[in-house]
């Protein structure tokens, strides 16, 4: 009896694991869809186009780096400590972990934002050298609170296999910004004769406001479960106590690691940021540098994009999936998972790296047609897909299961050896010509 009962309780797992990542497939995919459609039609908009993507680009390699420090590393952070606690009966312990890291990351998210709004000068003018980068940071930077708050929400409801709720904000978030990007771009086109500067600076600002939109739906969602919690909190078992220091001190030991994960992922699109326009500025003006990066931020960044946000899903599903099983020792179910999510991860990957690098100026033509130089630069750049969709899988394995550190570590070494690469290459190039 108590077999069979095992086996139902695993079988309900895996429902439960599919369940999550079928919604958050089609909740990327729906994402994805319509971040394409604002993408074409500011790269196709007259006015804006690769200059406008440039400008835009910049600024939000700043704004991920900021965001990833408040945010990127906390939904998995807190999705693994729920879920743990959840996994032995002690919902108290987890509610517990919620309302302490909400608290904490709510103060880290408004330092990121004064941080950002006092520093976008500085950030524009030295920094990136790209001046007109500054309104769009100054647009950008309420959003890093909103978002780093948004993410403890969504990590705790995570935690309790709830994606669904996750995948409704992202998914609102985004109808919210494609609107709003398309309505404010055009308001600020016919207030200042279609300014490429405040256009940039409207359709960041449609971000900001998206963000808003995101945590309010959540935050009505907790609203409606209130009751549900505390009936699980009184059912408690299991239950141990722990002073707010030891649990933010624990809070912040799984989460550093796991967001120096995603801050190394987000310095090496700012290692671009950095050095493609300084370095292009010695060959071509700052126009043509800008343009060109916009090229590769604006378009084959986003092209390449996709093929992740179909495995994110796995990537989301698998960190509380493999924690809890871990915290009941089901080492079988363990392996199971990242067995098959490592195998959609490489029949996710391959056809698109393949699709990419074959059809890059068929692609480009059809989707920007008033703006389609590129083809080369999506082809180099396709060759990636595969292995950052299998990286993305891996290091979800790992954080997962514990193995915190050796994500980062390895980030670390391919930032690093980028870094090398392009600052050789560009002296090379500089002391050739």
């Known amino acids: ?110 330092i990121g934002s004064l941080m950002l709004f006092f520093g976008a000068g500085l950030i524009a003018n030295q920094w990136l050298q790209i001046p007109d980068a500054e309104m769009t940071m100054v647009a950008l930077s309420p959003a890093v609170f909103f978002v780093a708050i948004a993410s403890v929400m969504r990590g705790y409801f995570n935690g309790r296999q709830n994606l669904k709720v996750t995948a409704r904000s992202q998914t609102l978030e985004q109808i919210f910004k494609t609107t709003l990007t398309i309505i404010l771009v055009e308001i600020v086109a016919i207030i200042s004769n279609t300014s490429t500067v405040w256009m940039a600076g409207g359709a960041t600002l449609a971000t900001t406001l998206a963000t808003f939109v995101g945590f309010g739906y959540l935050y009505l969602f907790y609203k409606t479960r209130r009751r549900e919690i505390a009936s699980e909190i009184r059912e408690t078992v299991n239950y141990k106590y722990e002073r707010v220091r030891n649990i933010v001190k624990k809070i912040l030991l799984v989460s550093i690691p796991i967001a120096l994960t995603a801050i190394m992922s987000s310095l090496n699109k700012n290692i671009d940021s950095f050095t493609v326009v300084r370095s292009l500025k010695q060959f071509m003006s700052e126009d043509m540098a800008i343009t060109q990066y916009g090229i590769l931020g604006g378009k084959v960044d986003t092209l390449t994009s996709l093929p992740l946000s179909f495995n994110v899903a796995f990537a989301t599903a698998l960190v509380p999936a493999i924690s809890a099983a871990k915290a009941i020792k089901d080492y079988k179910s363990i392996k199971q998972k990242s067995s098959f999510t490592l195998l959609m991860s490489m029949l996710i990957g391959l056809p698109c790296t393949i699709g990419m690098c074959i059809f890059a100026e068929p692609i480009l033509n059809l989707l920007y047609p008033n703006a389609s130089a590129g083809a080369i630069v999506l082809q180099i750049s396709s060759l990636t897909v595969i292995f950052t969709i299998l990286d993305q899988t891996i290091n979800s394995i790992l954080q997962g299961y514990g193995k915190l550190r050796v994500p980062a570590i390895a980030l670390g070494c391919r930032c690093d050896s980028k870094i090398n690469l392009k600052l050789n290459f560009s002296s090379n190039t500089f002391n050739w010509c």
């Open 1 to 110: 009896m108590a077999q069979t009962a095992d086996k139902k309780v695993s079988r309900g797992r895996k429902e439960t694991f599919m369940q999550g990542i079928v919604t958050l497939i089609f909740s990327q995919l729906l994402i994805k869809l319509l971040g394409l459609v604002y993408n074409l039609y500011l790269t196709n908009r007259e006015g804006f186009g690769d200059q406008g993507n440039g400008i835009v680009s910049a600024s939000y390699q700043i704004y991920a780096v900021l965001l990833t420090i408040s945010s990127t590393g906390v939904p998995n952070a807190i999705s693994k400590l729920v879920s743990e606690r959840v996994a032995v009966g002690d919902h108290k312990g987890a509610y517990r972990i919620f309302k302490i890291a909400f608290a904490t990351f709510a103060v880290i998210g408004m």
